[in-house]
């Protein structure tokens, strides 16, 4: 007799009542038992449903119009018997039915076993590409970063903002003049008033800043744009309205706001205070990455300081600031510093402020250093900054501020990267601790994403999953690996090894209005993570290691498509520990879904890491149940 529990697979786990198929091929089972321990088999019938779930209409399994059940081989008493309805049978997204007979030989058995509902699920689903779409495949966030080495004087923290280490270094003290007098410095990060003075000072700058404009004849919406793009003299236009208190960068900027004030304190030899001044200080980081950026054949980056006054006693008379930069560059040329004030007017050759004349809102200063690298491969350039103070009052006092370096040579987050190796491109530079987003137009290519977000989700290292925090590192021109014939390692080479004539790879078999596939791989053949990269975390002899997948239209009356196991040489499907995945992919969307990764324009170098996101799949967080592709725009 039939058992009275029969399954469905692969896998054979439920969503909710019913069986979740992950392949078209349905594996149907139950146990089967005979009463004299003979041998017996299992003919299987499968019926459509209603709307209320009870049996619709029975499934022709076989062809043969008569029947229309599939009978599994004989199996000992007790033992478990099967059959698996062939492709195109039985369609994704549809509630069925089935049930089972026994026979021993001799005698039919009188009764069916229990219904067992069965729905073929596919890991993802989404609809046919659309025409068009506003998703921007390149359109970068500003991180948020944390200083490793923001010199002495000031604590470091961790990313989450605790106190990693306190300051070292209480003041620094300059040797004392003719008279024995000396200038001392502190640094201090920022505080609630010092966050204040930099929003009023961002209040005060546009509205004298609008005001002009209207004074110049322009209409007040022509003046509050003018406004909006104040200070004129931001080398990065995007920082001044990022708060103060946290660092900021891209892939070409960064936006120091977290160095805080200093204060300098004019001394007599007792120790006693004859006067100070307090300023506030923030930096910046412009890098060029190609010609057209820079306006030069070299590849360059600016350093900015922004020193604004905060108090100034009297009896100093005058204070100069001096920004000293260096830099570790063996191939550079650097320009002397262009002074500026708050709206982008020369203000001398140094910082400097008359004590019984200066306003604490616009009387900032902004110092710019243009370098220009000339060197061929690529160089990483650490740098170092300090500014020294003296005053009016005394003709030889003066004291130096440690402002840190570009970071910690672990991290070196912001160290330039400047390099030649960019094909059909100029030199140029960028920061290369910022990883890019390449966002996947899934508008467009929604069978592409959908299959790399459920390989995100399954890959032991998640590679390139913003969710995961994990990168893929792009296989650059640089590379050191060679091939078999001793030339660079390149994406083809990996790519051989997953999809390649040698890999064993075959179309699978699916409906008509799919079209033509290709096989594509995740990770891309063009990353580390590729598991035909020699070097790869994720490493494998063959793409027949990799999970196997395939596209196909859902069955269910609706327009979409879904991404299926392929189960005909691992007949149990993927087991979502596979370090790589291939899948057939239609070929538009194989192609294309990567095609726009703008390497040159962010100068990706060998070992650089990026994420890949997936907007319309990104809702998604379990690939126990189906993932339902939302447009996006």
Known sequence: MSGTAPSAGPKFTKSGTAWRVIAPEVVLRNTVTDADGDTANLTFQVYTTNAD????AQVDLDGSGQYGVLVSPYVPSGGRA????PYGILKPG???????SAFDGSLYETTWSPWADFRIEPYVKFPAPQTSSTIDTTAQDIDEFTRTDPGPALPTFTASGAVKREATQERTCGKPDAEGRKICIKLSPPTAESKARAKKRAEVLRKAEEAKARKAGKSPAEAAAVAADAPLADLVDWCSDEPVGKDY??????CVKSIGSGTLVFIDTDDATIGSATFDFEQRIKTYPNKGTSGSNFAEFDQQIRIMPVTIDPTLEGVTLRWNTQSTCAACVTSVIRWADDFNNFAGDNAYWDADNWNAYTDGRWGTRA???NGTGKERIDLSWSVTATVDASDTAFATADFGTSGIPQVQELAPRCDDYVAGSYPGCVLPFFSPT???DTNKYPAAGAYYWYMQQVMPDHAGSKRWDSLLHYLGPDTPVKNSSGATWTSDDSRKVICG???SWSVHPSDASVGSVDCDEYAMASTHESGGYPQSVNLVTSGTKCAQMFTDKMGDGSANFGILA?????????TGTERCGRAAIPSTQNQQAFSGFPAPAWRMLDGDGFFVTLPGFEHCTSTATTCTWSKIG
């Open 53 to 56: 779930g009870t049996p619709k």
């Open 82 to 85: 099967q059959v698996t309805v």
């Open 94 to 100: 549809v509630l069925y039915k089935f049930r089972t």
């Open 249 to 254: 960068m891209n892939r070409t900027d960064a």
């Open 371 to 373: 370098t220009q690298w």
């Open 438 to 440: 390449w966002t996947v």
């Open 501 to 503: 004539t040698s890999s």
């Open 566 to 574: 392929d189960i005909r040489t691992v007949t149990n499907g993927p």
